[in-house]
């Protein structure tokens, strides 16, 4: 079964594809970027009316806002950050040979994203990495879309599992964005976060809170009316939650869900989504009557603002149904997690990881109501989807692994429950290590598995693992 943490974890959607794409079309297939030069003898960076700097002719300048007339700007390597007149800001002109190549990087942006939709991930990747090997050519390793590339690339690495290749991306996003804007911007935080989603994935919490508590002090600077500040929050609640420090992960629950309410508004969907991070939260310490208000209220928002046909509504439908089973109306849980899978299946196919979560989802209650066979097919239908997408060896497939492993053994088919249960354990001990929490469960799970087929011996030698 997915933990507390995968739950709220999955409610929170990659919002960068739309940007990026948006970057690119801007930058790559117009050849206009956000870097620029000083046309005026000599630019003034202003704080209002005060002149913070004055910057010689053919200055390079990162401009990463604008507004009418002005664009706020950096120098890169420097101190000097603050708003320029537009009238003496030259955007930076490409050569011709630039340009040829960046066009030859147009259509490639454009299959990576018809690859991705389709969820052949796989090939997404592979076209977006020969699309970056093409803005290194023409841009140099150490321009801004360069940064911006690597970043998003970073997040897909991460989804398929190579976390190596992943954190490498990340951390020359870093080093670029960190060179031209500072360690202390908003840009440069985000990838402080996502290395920290990056060490939080593969259980590595030390390193996962020292970057969320970088990005939190970051984002309070800002003040308390400040959005970002909600899902921050939510990211080091997650974390110390999974490190048991129950009471520090529901301050930090209850203020994000604060924040939401007061600065997005009660009706908003980013408080639905606190409401639904709250909740999940509140299901795990068993305070069944909180989660199920919050849940029902996050439900009302997102049906309200989405309609019913909506992968976040379907989600909320999920954990509700997964709570209504808790509290033991199970016929009730069942019908919600149907209809969420029915949603998915209308809404995405078949051949979809959403679908698959759902499948694995439904799976877990109805195995827990004594359907085991249909829970096995349903788990079975799920993993072939998720092996399809990710390759065989992914972190996500563990869980399906593990969960097939318990039915088998529920069914008494001992020589298949440990064949998916060594499957699993192989996947976590790779991806997660020895040590870890679910690394663990699944060797706690084979000595049970012996223990009922009475090889004491081996169970014995398993716990001492």
Same mark, same amino acid.
């Given at each position: 079964?997915?933990?507390?943490?995968? $739950?709220?974890?999955?409610? @929170?959607?990659?919002?960068?594809?739309?940007?990026?794409?948006?970057?690119?079309?801007?930058?790559?297939?117009?050849?206009?970027?956000?870097?620029?030069?000083?046309?005026?003898?000599?630019?003034?960076?202003?704080?209002?009316?005060?002149?913070?700097?004055?910057?010689?002719?053919?200055?390079?300048? @990162?401009?990463? &806002? =604008?507004?009418?007339? @002005?664009?706020?700007?950096?120098?890169?390597?420097?101190?000097?950050?603050? @708003?320029?007149? $537009?009238?003496?800001?030259?955007?930076?002109?490409y050569t011709d040979a630039q340009i040829k190549i960046l066009n030859e990087a147009r259509p490639l942006y454009k299959r990576f994203d018809q690859e991705r939709q389709? &969820?052949?991930?796989?090939?997404?990747?592979?076209?977006? %990495?020969?699309?970056?090997?093409?803005?290194?050519?023409?841009?140099?390793?150490?321009?801004?879309?360069?940064?911006?590339?690597?970043?998003?690339?970073?997040?897909?690495?991460?989804?398929?599992?190579?976390?190596?290749?992943?954190?490498?991306?990340? %951390?020359?996003?870093?080093?670029?964005?960190t060179k031209i804007l500072g360690s202390d911007y908003v840009d440069t935080m985000s990838v402080v976060n996502n290395l920290g989603n990056l060490a939080f994935d593969?259980?590595?919490?030390?390193?996962?809170?020292?970057?969320?508590?970088?990005?939190?002090?970051?984002?309070?600077?800002?003040?308390?009316? &400040?959005?970002?500040?909600? =899902?921050?929050?939510?990211?080091?609640?997650?974390?110390?939650?999974?490190?048991?420090?129950?009471? $520090?992960?529901?301050?930090?629950?209850?203020?994000?869900?604060?924040? =939401?309410?007061?600065?997005?508004?009660?009706?908003?969907?980013?408080?639905?989504?606190?409401?639904?991070?709250?909740?999940?939260?509140?299901?795990?310490?068993?305070?069944?009557?909180?989660?199920?208000?919050?849940?029902?209220?996050?439900?009302?928002?997102?049906?309200?603002?989405?309609? #019913?046909?909506?992968?976040?509504?379907?989600?909320?439908?999920?954990?509700?149904?997964?709570?209504?089973?808790?509290?033991?109306?199970?016929?009730?849980?069942?019908?919600?997690?149907?209809?969420?899978?029915?949603?998915?299946?209308?809404?995405?196919?078949?051949?979809?990881?959403?679908?698959?979560?759902?499948? &694995? #989802?439904?799976?877990?209650?109805? =195995?827990?109501?004594?359907?085991?066979?249909?829970?096995?097919?349903?788990?079975? %239908?799920?993993?072939?989807?998720?092996?399809?997408?990710?390759?065989?060896?992914?972190?996500?497939?563990?869980?399906?692994?593990?969960?097939?492993?318990?039915?088998?053994?529920?069914?008494?088919?001992?020589?298949?429950?440990?064949?998916?249960?060594?499957?699993?354990?192989?996947?976590?001990?790779?991806?997660?290590?020895?040590?870890?929490?679910?690394?663990?469960?699944?060797?706690?799970?084979?000595?049970?598995?012996?223990?009922?087929?009475?090889?004491?011996?081996?169970?014995? $030698?398993?716990?001492?693992?």
């Amino acid at each position: 079964m997915k933990t507390m943490t995968q $739950a709220i974890r999955r409610a @929170w959607v990659h919002g960068f594809l739309l940007l990026f794409l948006l970057l690119h079309a801007a930058s790559v297939l117009n050849a206009e970027s956000a870097l620029g030069v000083v046309s005026g003898a000599p630019g003034k960076i202003m704080a209002g009316d005060k002149v913070l700097a004055e910057v010689p002719q053919g200055t390079r300048l @990162w401009i990463f &806002n =604008s507004k009418p007339g @002005w664009a706020e700007v950096k120098v890169p390597d420097g101190e000097q950050h603050g @708003w320029m007149s $537009a009238k003496e800001i030259q955007k930076e002109v490409y050569t011709d040979a630039q340009i040829k190549i960046l066009n030859e990087a147009r259509p490639l942006y454009k299959r990576f994203d018809q690859e991705r939709q389709a &969820n052949q991930f796989a090939a997404a990747r592979r076209t977006l %990495e020969a699309g970056l090997k093409l803005e290194r050519a023409a841009l140099g390793d150490g321009h801004p879309n360069v940064a911006d590339t690597l970043n998003y690339l970073g997040g897909m690495l991460a989804d398929l599992g190579d976390i190596a290749a992943a954190r490498q991306c990340y %951390e020359e996003a870093l080093a670029i964005r960190t060179k031209i804007l500072g360690s202390d911007y908003v840009d440069t935080m985000s990838v402080v976060n996502n290395l920290g989603n990056l060490a939080f994935d593969i259980g590595d919490y030390p390193v996962a809170l020292k970057h969320y508590e970088l990005v939190l002090a970051h984002a309070r600077k800002s003040g308390p009316n &400040n959005s970002d500040l909600a =899902s921050i929050l939510n990211n080091l609640a997650n974390l110390q939650y999974r490190l048991g420090d129950y009471a $520090a992960a529901r301050k930090k629950y209850e203020e994000a869900l604060d924040i =939401s309410r007061r600065v997005d508004g009660p009706q908003h969907l980013n408080t639905a989504t606190q409401l639904n991070n709250s909740a999940v939260f509140h299901m795990a310490m068993a305070e069944f009557p909180l989660a199920r208000e919050y849940m029902e209220q996050a439900l009302v928002i997102r049906r309200k603002q989405l309609g #019913n046909n909506h992968e976040l509504v379907c989600k909320t439908l999920g954990s509700l149904g997964e709570l209504l089973h808790k509290q033991g109306d199970t016929a009730a849980g069942r019908k919600m997690l149907e209809q969420a899978l029915a949603t998915y299946r209308q809404l995405y196919g078949n051949q979809d990881r959403r679908t698959a979560q759902e499948m &694995n #989802n439904l799976a877990n209650l109805v =195995s827990a109501q004594g359907e085991h066979l249909l829970a096995r097919q349903l788990l079975e %239908e799920a993993l072939a989807v998720h092996r399809k997408i990710l390759g065989r060896d992914h972190q996500d497939n563990a869980a399906m692994l593990h969960n097939l492993g318990s039915t088998s053994a529920a069914l008494k088919e001992y020589d298949a429950a440990r064949q998916y249960y060594d499957e699993a354990l192989a996947i976590r001990r790779k991806s997660l290590g020895k040590e870890h929490s679910e690394t663990i469960d699944v060797l706690v799970n084979i000595g049970n598995l012996l223990h009922d087929q009475r090889d004491f011996a081996k169970a014995h $030698a398993v716990a001492s693992e």
